[in-house]
Each structure stands twice: as C-alpha cells, then as structure tokens.
C-alpha cells in the first residue's frame, strides 16, 4: 500500500528558504505552475468518506499530470498520512473531459507556482498561491521529514498536520482579507468552498 506522509507549516521568507535548501543539497525537481482540480460526484458521495480523487497538472512546456486517489486522513505520532494512488497521465486536459462525461464535477480548484525539491530522503515543496501565506510542505517518511525540517531552520512547532482551509482560515483571521486558492477565487469568483481544500 502506498502512503502519504506528511506535515505543512508557513514560510516567511520564501527566498531564504529555498536558499537553504539549495545550500545543503536539495535536487532541484519541477518549478511552475501546478493546477490540481478535485473531483467528485454531484452528491459528494467522495468527500463524505473523506475521499479524493484529483487531477494534478503541472503547467510546463509540455502539460504532465497525475491522476490521483487518496483514502482517509490518519493521524499517527504527530503526522498526516493517508493511502495516496497515483498514475501518470499523457495527456490531462483529455482526461478531465473524460472525468466530466462519467458525472464527475470539479469541487475544488487550486492554483499555485511551486518549486520542489528532494532533500535528505524527503520532497520539499514551496507553494505560492494567488493570495496566501507561502506554504512548504515536507513529505517522505518521518526521519526524512524531520531531516529535511531541520535544514529549513524554522521551528518544529510551525509543521502541523493541517489541511490547507485551515491555513485559509488563519491568513483570513489574521488578515482580515479573504485567501484566493485559485486564478477564480484571485477575480472574485467564490463558486467553491476552502472546506473542499
């Protein structure tokens, strides 16, 4: 079975961070913009078994995207972690036509420009969305986790295991502006819930 493991904290200084990354080794993976849309049935039969499927594309000279699934959230000794699914897809804009034509209806967008990285066993993902507090989210196994936190040098007590609304509601609380997840959401369009984050 494969999983998911992983925590997400804030970064308030995108530049510095990246900097220390590449610094101690960091392999450099995919720069750019990353589109995920959530999928699911008009009844949201999916999110009420706290179910996922998404497609990811990653906007590069050639569109490469993922189709994935992923199972119910777990927590264990202070991680999130869930059954995550995967296969490449060729071509994405076809299968999201595909999805649409068995019934299955966008509930979510999410846009954002990345830079990922493979530090110490770990993928390093630094995320700027439309209107957000920058994000970097460390997956792989716990040792690698902790690893790859510790070369950011920000606090351990910065990594949780919340969702991304959760990030939504502290910037909005904090700020007093509404986020904006998506290039819709950045224009005014408020059609979908940061629940469905």
Request: charged letters at 35%; aromatic letters at 8%.
């Amino acid at each position: 079975m494969a999983r998911e493991v992983e925590l997400k904290g804030i970064v308030p200084n995108l530049a510095v961070a990246v900097a220390r990354v590449t610094e101690a080794g960091g392999v450099p993976g995919f720069a750019g913009r990353l589109e995920d849309r959530r999928y699911d049935t008009p009844d949201r039969a999916l999110a009420l078994r706290d179910h996922v499927l998404r497609l990811r594309v990653y906007r590069g000279e050639r569109p490469d995207g993922r189709l994935d699934w992923k199972g119910p959230t777990t927590y264990v000794d202070g991680y999130k972690v869930r059954e995550e699914h995967s296969v490449t897809v060729g071509d994405p804009d076809e299968l999201a036509t595909m999805l649409e034509r068995l019934g299955y209806v966008v509930t979510r967008e999410i846009d954002r420009e990345i830079r990922q990285f493979t530090l110490h066993g770990a993928v390093v993902r630094f995320e700027r969305y439309p209107r957000l507090d920058d994000l970097v989210e460390v997956e792989g196994e716990p040792a690698a986790i902790e690893a790859a936190i510790r070369t950011l040098a920000l606090p351990r007590a910065a990594f949780t295991t919340g969702r991304l609304p959760d990030f939504v509601r502290d910037y909005e609380l904090r700020t007093g502006t509404r986020a904006a997840l998506c290039d819709r959401e950045l224009a005014g369009d408020y059609r979908y819930s940061a629940a469905d984050a």
